[in-house]
């Protein structure tokens, strides 16, 4: 069977979001991005289990039931047309966040460091952005995004009024702590169509640890119990587990079915990734080892609708701080938001894989490169989003080998071997934040630095073993050390003596308050900064 490629020149490298699906890699000579998951649904696919149109058939030619993946597919089937400025008005792929909070703190989930203000959709927005949806065609929405939908009273209510307007498909997924028998029948009886949980681990003690709270017993109750109403009632509503799989957790699949083959229609695994960006520690300390994603693809801005609790349209429905926002619905409506010159501008950055400062630069090529909001004026403004000390240390505090985070201070006025020589030492040791004294910093002990700051950092980001570099404001480390909480500081051993003598004593005993050591690698002899800077004073 021949089947028509579905997408043009210049699009495929966003062409599929299933990107782990392992194909072998497009043949095609018009292919010339090493994509993720290269042309899956084209001709050259020598995996067409994983093919859309091959769902697609399975369904029409079988008449069985389409799997949670069959229908992804089918979403995406023929829709090609899809990547333009102005596409199409989504029919599914339409989720709003009814609240932001959640009762839960996954190991990899950017909520734990979310510092958007917590709070629910106003009810005049859920009935006015289902109404507008439903009017421009869309059919299917589901009621979660970056939190957890059984926190919101008001969701039986929400469900009832979806289904009233026409929507077919009705959705949720939840944590499954709160959904008690007495809530799970409330969103049945208002006509959900289907409930995912999302349990992270299948047994208790290492869904503790990744889901920071002990409800794993209630959580397989309350999924026993969705099973059991579902006889009880004889209603259709589908039954799913999705597992986000870690590299704790990798290994535990078959433990999954075991615990839950019995009670759900399907068991879906995902390998964790970055959060949409938001969480490139993912990287170093969760990725799973089967995990060789170069690239994600993404679809997007091109085919699904996000509506923020605060009533905003956003690019993406796992948007913690509000940093990929294109319109306000408060002020304008959905269509306008959907063709706003905003949009387009996000489309247009997609299209052309241009995606430089922004978030899904991050999140598809998987770094923790610099992001600046779309609309500055509705993110949060967070500094720590690539901070990894909650993670790292979640991960320590349950005793698990971990890549450990090595601070190293310095002012790299110039850089020369002592330098190196430090940085190499560092990183035998794990990854090497540099802690780069600001310019004020390095003038309240120091002649003015020759370099700024700026032109500091880009010399330092470019050596050899540096992972990240960060701004050291004054000549004490104590504000970066407690806010990076590092495993190891390195420092040379020439401030054992002098007047760094009292900052290394306040160093050691504040890293000793999280379990923290100071390595002190020689001193490289003959070689230093200011001796340097006198000589070339003198001529
Ligand atoms: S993954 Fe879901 S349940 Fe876990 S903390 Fe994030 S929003 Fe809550
Ligand atoms: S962060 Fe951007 S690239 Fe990543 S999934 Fe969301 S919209 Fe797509």
């Known amino acids: 069977m021949s089947r028509a490629p579905i997408f043009k020149k210049g699009d495929i490298y966003m062409s599929c979001d299933n990107s782990r699906c392992g194909n072998t890699p497009c043949k095609k000579p018009m292919c010339k991005k090493k994509c993720c998951c290269p042309d899956l649904i084209c001709a050259n696919c020598h995996k067409p289990e994983s093919c859309e149109y091959f769902a697609k058939g399975r369904v029409q ?3 069985k039931e389409a799997t949670l993946q069959d229908r992804v597919r089918m979403k995406k089937a023929g829709r090609a047309n899809l990547y333009s400025l102005t596409p199409p008005f989504p029919t599914s792929n339409f989720l709003l966040e009814l609240s932001n909070a959640c009762n839960h703190a996954c190991l990899f989930c950017a909520h734990q460091k979310m510092k958007r203000k917590v709070g629910k959709m106003k009810p005049e927005m859920v009935e006015s952005a289902l109404r507008q949806a439903y009017e421009l065609g869309t059919r299917e929405c589901g009621f979660y995004a970056t939190g957890e939908p059984f926190v919101v009273p008001e969701l039986p209510e929400y469900i009832a009024l979806a289904k009233k307007i026409g929507y077919t498909y009705v959705y949720l997924t939840s944590n499954g702590a709160l ?24 047994e208790r003690e290492m869904y503790k640890f990744i889901h920071g709270k002990d409800d ?9 119990y969705l099973t059991q109403y579902r006889k009880e009632s004889g209603k259709n509503f589908k039954i799913y587990v999705t597992g986000i799989l870690t590299r704790f957790t990798e290994n535990m699949r078959g433990t999954y079915f075991e615990k839950f083959g019995d009670l759900v229609d399907q068991i879906v695994f995902k390998l964790v990734y970055n959060q949409g960006g938001y969480m490139p ?14 690239r994600r693809g993404c679809n997007l801005p091109f085919d699904a609708i996000c509506v923020t609790q605060e009533g905003y349209l956003s690019v993406e429905n796992a948007d913690y701080e509000n940093m990929l926002i294109v319109g306000d619905l408060n002020k304008q409506t959905l269509k306008e938001a959907w063709y706003s010159d905003k949009m387009k501008e996000v489309r247009q950055m997609f299209m052309s894989d241009c995606l430089d400062g ?43 080998p971990y890549s450990k985070l090595v601070y190293v201070p310095m002012a790299a006025d110039i850089v020369h071997p002592g330098h190196i020589n430090i940085l190499k030492q560092a990183a035998k040791l794990g990854r090497v934040m540099v802690g780069l004294f600001s310019d004020e910093a390095i003038r309240s002990y120091k002649p003015e630095p020759y370099m700024n700051f700026e ?38 051993t020439d401030w054992r003596k002098g007047p760094l003598a009292e900052v290394r004593q306040k160093a050691i005993d504040l890293l000793a308050t999280w379990g923290g050591e100071v390595v002190e690698p020689e001193y490289t002899q003959g070689v230093s900064s200011t001796e340097f800077k006198a000589k070339v004073r003198k001529g």
């Open 281 to 294: 520690e993912i990287e170093h300390l969760l990725k799973c080892e089967c995990d060789t994603e170069k």
């Open 358 to 400: 922004c978030i899904c630069d991050c999140c598809i090529h998987h770094n923790d490169a610099p992001a600046e909001p779309l609309m500055p004026e509705y993110a949060t403004k967070n500094d720590d989003i690539f901070n990894d000390k909650l993670v790292r240390m979640r991960i320590k505090e349950a005793g698990f």
């Open 216 to 224: 794993f017993d209630a959580v397989v109750e309350h999924l026993k």
């Open 455 to 492: 032109q500091r950092k880009a010399v330092i980001e470019n050596i050899k073993g540096v992972t990240y570099v960060v701004k050291q404001e004054t000549k004490d480390y104590s504000d970066n050390l407690k806010r990076f909480q590092p495993d190891i500081m390195v420092h040379g």
């Open 61 to 63: 030619a079988t008449g």
């Open 179 to 202: 959904a008690t028998p007495e809530k799970i029948r409330a969103v049945i009886d208002a006509g959900l169509d289907s409930i995912k949980f999302s349990i992270n681990a299948p």
